[in-house]
């Protein structure tokens, strides 16, 4: 149709079905990634196995739920072996220091709705080949 003068809310209606089409299709390309990375010994799975390997500069995509939060071990009770990479940071999320290890190492992030993880502890790592 012809959209010149259609209102925001009118193109929002419109492509609707297109944006949930694309983002079913992107979740089941992600998951097809998880699988092959899984059989080719290339993912890590939940938070410990994934910060050792970003430790190690082995993210190349960092896979995530919407909303998945990790404290760290200064707010956490739980004595955990994942300590921020950079010391001087003021970020307080062991997540949020994972994405920013995995940008910084070259690599990509990308977020996914919640629960759509729950087999890969809520955040997997397919390494560099």
């Given at each position: 149709?012809?959209?010149?003068e259609a209102s925001e809310h009118t193109l929002q209606l419109a492509?609707?079905?297109?944006?949930a089409d694309w983002k079913k299709l992107k979740m089941t390309d992600l998951l097809l990634q998880?699988?092959?990375?899984?059989?080719?010994?290339?993912?890590?799975?939940?938070?410990?196995?994934?910060?050792?390997?970003?430790?190690k500069?082995?993210?190349?995509?960092?896979?995530v739920e919407k909303n998945y939060m990790y404290p760290s071990p200064v707010e956490n009770a739980?004595?955990?072996?994942?300590?921020?990479?950079?010391l001087n940071s003021?970020?307080?999320d062991v997540v949020d220091d994972l994405i920013?290890?995995?940008?910084?190492?070259?690599?990509?992030v990308e977020f996914v709705d919640q629960g759509s993880l729950g087999q890969y502890g809520q955040i997997a790592l397919i390494q560099y080949y």
């Open positions: 149709g012809n959209f010149d492509l609707t079905p297109y944006v998880l699988e092959k990375a899984a059989s080719e010994g290339k993912l890590s799975t939940g938070i410990q196995e994934v910060y050792t390997q970003s430790a500069h082995k993210g190349r995509k960092l896979i739980e004595l955990i072996p994942i300590a921020p990479f950079n003021c970020i307080h920013d290890k995995v940008w910084t190492d070259g690599g990509d």
